[in-house]
């Protein structure tokens, strides 16, 4: 009974800015990591950005320095705000959690629906 939805995605010229947000809603009790990724056609879907219920962080390299990852505990809401963005930013772009809900007493991992980033050259 838990749902990720993703929004922010869009167009956008070479070094822009966009600001990605996911909303966890459901029955949720609690939400440990929260992790962004992206996937290109023909390409394994990568993971780009992930941060705990502490707000410890981690990048992949091809982000760091250009994406930053932050979230609202009290919002169940993960973003990702992009920076210096290049063509090869260019993905689907989807969020991760990993989330205690209803009567669970275990972690379970769900998936957003994607969102289309594309950055024009």
């Known amino acids: 009974q838990v749902q990720l939805v993703e929004s922010g995605g869009g167009l956008v010229q070479a070094g822009g800015s966009l600001r990605l947000s996911c909303i966890a809603s459901g029955s949720i009790v609690s939400i440990e990591n929260m992790a962004w990724y992206r996937q290109t056609p023909g390409k394994q879907r990568e993971l780009l950005a992930i941060?705990?219920?502490?707000?410890?962080?981690n990048y992949a390299d091809s982000v760091k320095g250009r994406f930053t990852i932050s979230r609202d505990n009290a919002k169940n809401t993960v973003y990702l705000q992009m920076n210096s963005l290049n063509p090869e930013d260019t993905a689907v772009y989807y969020c991760n959690a990993d989330v205690r809900a209803g009567q669970d007493f275990i972690l379970r991992n769900y998936w957003g629906q994607g969102t289309q980033v594309t950055v024009s050259s």
């Open positions: 941060i705990s219920r502490l707000e410890t962080t």
